[in-house]
Every structure is written in C-alpha cells, then in structure tokens.
C-alpha cells in the first residue's frame, strides 16, 4: 500500500528535488499542468507544477525512512500536521495521474486569455490601436472581440497574439 507525504520544495526547484529524490530511490510524482502565458508580446505555452513548490512523495511498503528527505537538494521540508509528516489521504495521488493527458502527463487549463467583458486593445494587425471588450475565445489562435466601427458594434475574430489589455 502507498503512504504518500507532500514535499515542500524550494523556490523554483520542484524539478530539482523530483530528481534528487528519484536518485535515492523514492518513487516521486510532480504534476505539472500546460499554460498558456505571454511573453514579450506573445503567447506560448509553458509546463509548470500544477502545485507551485509541492511534489508527492512515496516512502514505500518497504518502511523506507523519510530522514533523508529534508537533506536533499531542492527540498525544504516534508509537510507536517503537528510535528509529524502529513499523510496525503488515500485516492488523492491516483486521481491526480488519471486525470492528466496520457500522452504528455501534463493537466491542461485552457483559461481564455482574458475575463468576457474585459477591456483590451488590437496591438498589431491592421486595426492596431482600436480598443474594444473581450468577449470569447474562439478556437487556440483567435479570440472575439467586440469593437465600435462605423458607429455601431461589431465582433470581430482576430490573432490571439494581436490582443492586449487596455491602458
């Protein structure tokens, strides 16, 4: 039976402990989720933990010790419910892999790139400037946007890239 704990990492090194802890023979599970940020003026897609700073780890049926976790690179403790290490319940960890991709083991949040209703601006293509109100996403590449042309409004499809918030 598996008796995982939660590992508080360090800042920005999950990967780091998920490796070193492998190295000692821990069996380790970091979800990681896909996201979509922008970047100097672009959107890419970026993996990152799904649980900023938190990995799982197993200490196996075996009895393994968890002494040598809070030495390793990476790791700045275990997680504790008054003093002792924090038992992640039963399901959790299993619920977690079944509900990530099964080609890339990544969780997938396909947000819209802005809330309906938000105030954005065309930065590129040829109405550059217009300022208009986010309504949808339409598609991975394009967007909606309602936009006052010719005295009335109008929807308009375009470049997710071309969008940014309003000033």
Sequence with gaps: MSTWHAVLCKPRREALAEANLRKQGYEVYLPRMIRRRRRA????????????????????????????????????????????????????????????????????FDAPPFAPG??????????????????????DARVIVLVELLGKANRLSVNRDWVAAAA
Aim: proline share 9%.
């Design 41 to 108: 003026g672009r959107w890419e897609q970026t993996i990152e933990p799904l649980f900023p700073r938190y990995l799982f780890l197993d200490a196996g049926a075996g009895g393994r010790g968890l002494a040598p976790v809070r030495s390793t690179l990476g790791v700045s403790d275990l997680v504790r419910c008054a003093g002792a290490p924090a038992r992640v319940p039963p399901g959790i960890v299993e619920a977690l892999r079944e509900a990530a991709d099964p080609v890339t083991g990544c969780h997938r």
């Design 118 to 139: 938000a105030r954005v601006r065309l930065a590129a293509g040829p109405l550059a400037g217009l300022e208009g109100v986010f309504q949808m996403a339409s598609g």
